[in-house]
């Protein structure tokens, strides 16, 4: 049988960085097709030059045996590719009928002909086999599934053959997420397609038949759902095909009391039940794929979040209940998003290096400039930031002596527990090493520090213990000689630390 | 990426040329020019009279620009100053008149008719940063709800009336001078000064500005974002009140329709042609000076040389429009 979408050798760069390299894709019709990788894989830029939204560089594509190019997404809808965002994007205050027909109102006479626009919308939801919906009322008096479900509806219509749902599932409830399978289900028997993008393996071996996993911006997998292992998956989408990173890690001190421990975490959908510790002095991984509640743990542990359940314990030091409290108590957080949640960029370097230490430097209200200066100035030169004076905007600062910047905001508290989530991000690997040198000789130093990584052999390098997150729950707790990227992976897939199994090198 | 590069700053990031250097200054530039055509074109100008006039009319936009300039700068935005100043207004003849507690009078009811007025606009101000910090409402919102009410309690408290006073004691932060310049406009450039110091130096200062330029980075970073904008917002409504008991002061009457109509709009444009960045995280108290003084200035001028005043505002909207348009173009 002919594929229904066939997308080869495709090529797509930003600005000079290639997002995808040779990606490629097929989808049969009537198949359930899972799309998946890490973030920064190319998932996204695949899904938009499939409908639409970019152009693709190179490569070719073919839908309904014709080779397309679509200009615009109306282009690939009304060829017959919908999609379905994460976000629905709908009228809430409307009625269901307005939301199914937005943009294709029926007209007689030049007036709106309400009749056939409900017996449309009727017919439409009955077809996904959605029940009790008085098309009539407003929209936001259903649940979210059903809203999930007429935004589907609204979607696909009767005319699409493949649908793209990017990450559909992250906003539903487990009983949602089941209504969301039947009217997966329900495309399939009817013959459409559909391009699934999730990052939870359950779901994927649930609902769908075949799997493309890409990394890099490359397609490093396709297969059958049934022929590929769970720890296959998590292979492709973190593994290097090449050497394994060597544990390197401090020896770590197990048997004193913790520095911080967190018991039974839990908040929402993405932290259900994560227990961890670390100790002074040592470095502990904290590892799992996009979305199992990695950085949501991290601002638990901050107070950035309260916790709906749970505790957070660190050693002579209150309950931490706010940013301020986590301060007093010693810790310092660098979080995932440098941009949006570090830097206040208009500040110099100076005064985001001193932003947490200020109050410290504050004598009746007013800011030692002298003693602000002198800590900025040994900060820079320790840390070896590059900036033409301490005075200079921090926005125009490269990526990585940003991160040192932040770095240097908690280092300047000396700090009993940092936090690092991705550090490493997004910054170039002369940088990299730097820092990862800087934290490795911090906590020689009598430092404990929590590190999250999506690159699984800095975690295996520097860590002594890695626990890991599966779905919101801490599954294992590796530590010592257990500690290797297959056993890190293999928890990630299975959630158990023992049965990592044996892996062929070759 | 040429990130490990001693590489200060990515290229095309920072231009320096002469507009870039003066662009900070524009205002100040402006006023310079623009005193200078005066200086040949107008006649009388260059007197102590002139000065006096100007600089009293300007003084109630200077103050309350300053408290806009501080809530502008955590990405604010404070619309009920002009309501506020009406209500300080109305309430200072109020006590010292001796119409709220009777038999009060003399200095204890002087005092009480400076400090009351300026605590309860504090107090109102406090309130808009609560309904801000409590319910997340967008600031122009919630400061609107005052905006409305505020001159209605107002005229609420003086029964609609106008109130008409010679009350010396009161009134010097008016019509009083100290080596012929008005007391008004020192307590004008007293406001400013400690202000701009207070931005630049104080643990206050320099989280107002935290908080503007990234909230969520500053919060992580231990800075308390609620109590520093609801102190942003009670100081701003505190200065209204400075600046609606010289108006009244001045007028030697109040008149809760008339007291400080208009002047969140003047106080806005004064701190957007200062060049305060409305997104918030960049702001300048002296160039908020500059920016009322350029306006009031403009609109002397066009008024000395026989321009009517509606023709003046179509100016003062011209002004403001090319100052947006400047720190839009110096935006990185």
């Given at each position: 049988m002919a594929p229904l979408l066939l997308m080869q050798g495709i090529d797509k760069a930003f600005g000079g960085v290639p997002a995808l390299q040779q990606a490629s894709l097929a989808v049969e019709p009537g198949e359930v097709h899972a799309l998946i990788g890490q973030n920064g894989a190319g998932k996204s830029t695949m899904i938009k030059v499939m409908t639409g939204s970019h152009r693709r560089d190179a490569g070719e594509m073919v839908f309904d045996?014709?080779?397309?190019?679509?200009?615009?997404?109306?282009?690939?809808?009304?060829?017959?590719?919908?999609?379905?965002?994460?976000?629905?994007?709908?009228?809430?205050?409307?009625?269901?009928?307005?939301?199914?027909?937005?943009?294709?109102?029926?007209?007689?006479?030049?007036?709106?002909?309400?009749?056939?626009?409900?017996?449309?919308?009727?017919?439409?939801?009955?077809?996904?086999?959605?029940?009790?919906?008085?098309?009539?009322?407003?929209?936001?008096?259903?649940?979210?599934?059903?809203?999930?479900?007429?935004?589907?509806?609204?979607?696909?219509?009767?005319?699409?053959?493949?649908?793209?749902?990017?990450?559909?599932?992250?906003?539903?409830?487990?009983?949602?997420?089941?209504?969301?399978?039947?009217?997966?289900?329900?495309?399939?028997?009817?013959?459409?397609?559909?391009?699934?993008?999730?990052?939870?393996?359950?779901?994927?071996?649930?609902?769908?038949?075949?799997?493309?996993?890409?990394?890099?911006?490359?397609?490093?997998?396709?297969?059958?759902?049934?022929?590929?292992?769970?720890?296959?998956?998590?292979?492709?989408?973190?593994?290097?095909?090449?050497?394994?990173?060597?544990?390197?890690?401090?020896?770590?001190?197990?048997?004193?009391?913790?520095?911080?421990?967190?018991?039974?975490?839990?908040?929402?959908?993405?932290?259900?039940?994560?227990?961890?510790?670390?100790?002074?002095?040592?470095?502990?991984?904290?590892?799992?794929?996009?979305?199992?509640?990695?950085?949501?743990?991290?601002?638990?542990?901050?107070?950035?979040?309260?916790?709906?359940?749970?505790?957070?314990?660190?050693?002579?030091?209150?309950?931490?209940?706010?940013?301020?409290?986590?301060?007093?108590?010693?810790?310092?957080?660098?979080?995932?998003?440098?941009?949006?949640?570090?830097?206040?960029?208009?500040?110099?370097?100076?005064?985001?290096?001193?932003?947490?230490?200020?109050?410290?430097?504050?004598?009746?209200?007013?800011?030692?400039?002298?003693?602000?200066?002198?800590?900025?100035?040994?900060?820079?030169?320790?840390?070896?930031?590059?900036?033409?004076?301490?005075e200079q905007p921090i926005r125009e600062l490269s990526g990585g002596n940003q991160q040192k910047v932040l770095l240097a905001r908690w280092l300047c508290m000396d700090p009993r527990l940092m936090i690092l989530d991705e550090p490493t991000r997004g910054i170039d690997v002369g940088a990299k090493a730097e820092i990862l040198t800087l934290v490795r000789e911090l906590a020689a130093d009598g430092l404990g520090v929590l590190m999250i990584s999506s690159e699984l052999e800095e975690v295996v390098e520097a860590a002594s213990r890695i626990f890991v997150l599966r779905d919101g729950v801490s599954v294992a707790e590796l530590r010592g000689a257990q500690v290797s990227e297959d056993a890190v992976m293999a928890a990630m897939a299975h959630g158990g630390a023992a049965e990592a199994p044996k892996v062929r090198h070759d | 990426m040429t990130e490990s590069l001693a590489a200060p700053a990515p290229a095309g990031s920072r231009r320096p040329g002469w507009g870039h250097r003066l662009a900070p200054h524009g205002a100040l530039l402006a006023l310079v020019l623009l005193i200078l055509f005066n200086a040949a074109f107008t006649p009388n100008f260059l007197t102590w009279q002139t000065l006096n006039v100007n600089l009293t009319q300007v003084c109630a936009t200077v103050i309350v620009g300053v408290g806009m300039t501080l809530v502008i700068a955590t990405a604010g935005i404070d619309l009920s100053v002009g309501s506020l100043m009406a209500i300080a207004g109305a309430l200072a003849p109020l006590i010292f008149l001796g119409h709220l507690v009777p038999g009060l009078s003399g200095p204890p009811a002087i005092v009480l008719a400076f400090v009351v007025p300026v605590a309860v606009t504090a107090a109102l101000g406090w309130f808009n940063g609560w309904l801000i910090t409590r319910f997340r409402i967008q600031p122009i919102v919630a400061t609107l709800v005052l905006f409305i009410a505020g001159r209605g309690i107002a005229q609420v408290m003086t029964n609609g009336n106008l109130q008409v006073f010679n009350t010396p004691g009161f009134q010097w932060i008016a019509l009083e001078r100290v080596a012929g310049i008005p007391v008004q406009a020192i307590l004008m450039a007293v406001v400013v000064v400690v202000a701009a110091w207070a931005l630049r130096r104080t643990l206050f200062g320099r989280r107002v500005l935290a908080v503007g330029g990234n909230e969520t980075a500053a919060r992580l970073a231990g800075v308390p974002v609620v109590r520093v904008k609801r102190g942003v917002y009670a100081l701003s409504g505190a200065l209204a009140g400075v600046a609606g008991l010289i108006v009244v002061a001045r007028n030697s009457a109040a008149d809760a329709n008339l007291v400080g109509l208009g002047v969140e709009l003047d106080a806005i444009a004064a701190a957007a042609v200062g060049g305060t960045l409305l997104t918030g995280g960049r702001a300048s108290v002296v160039g908020t000076l500059w920016g009322a003084l350029l306006i009031q200035l403009v609109r002397y001028t066009l008024l000395a040389n026989g321009v009517p005043d509606a023709a003046a505002l179509v100016v003062k909207a011209g002004i403001i429009l090319a100052a947006v348009v400047l720190q839009v173009r110096r935006a990185p």
């Open positions: 045996g014709r080779p397309v190019a679509f200009a615009n997404p109306r282009a690939a809808q009304d060829a017959g590719i919908a999609t379905i965002h994460q976000e629905i994007n709908l009228v809430p205050f409307r009625s269901v009928t307005e939301n199914i027909c937005l943009g294709r109102e029926r007209r007689r006479f030049g007036l709106l002909d309400w009749g056939a626009m409900h017996r449309e919308s009727e017919a439409l939801l009955a077809r996904f086999a959605i029940r009790g919906i008085d098309v009539r009322r407003p929209l936001m008096s259903y649940p979210t599934a059903v809203q999930q479900m007429v935004a589907i509806a609204r979607a696909v219509g009767f005319s699409a053959r493949l649908v793209v749902m990017d990450e559909p599932t992250s906003s539903l409830d487990e009983a949602e997420v089941e209504v969301l399978f039947g009217v997966i289900r329900q495309l399939k028997a009817d013959g459409v397609a559909v391009v699934f993008v999730s990052h939870r393996l359950d779901e994927l071996y649930a609902v769908c038949d075949r799997v493309t996993v890409m990394r890099d911006g490359r397609t490093v997998l396709s297969a059958a759902m049934s022929q590929v292992s769970r720890f296959e998956l998590v292979r492709a989408m973190l593994g290097r095909d090449l050497e394994q990173a060597v544990h390197a890690g401090t020896a770590g001190t197990p048997g004193r009391e913790p520095l911080m421990e967190a018991r039974h975490l839990a908040r929402g959908r993405r932290v259900r039940d994560v227990s961890l510790s670390v100790h002074s002095g040592e470095i502990v991984g904290l590892a799992g794929l996009l979305g199992s509640g990695r950085s949501e743990t991290a601002r638990l542990i901050f107070g950035a979040d309260r916790p709906a359940s749970g505790d957070v314990i660190v050693a002579s030091a209150g309950p931490i209940d706010g940013p301020a409290a986590a301060i007093a108590a010693g810790l310092g957080y660098c979080a995932e998003d440098r941009k949006t949640e570090g830097i206040v960029p208009d500040l110099s370097v100076r005064e985001n290096l001193v932003l947490a230490l200020m109050p410290r430097l504050t004598r009746r209200g007013v800011v030692d400039e002298a003693q602000a200066k002198a800590v900025a100035d040994r900060f820079i030169a320790r840390l070896g930031v590059r900036c033409a004076s301490p | -």
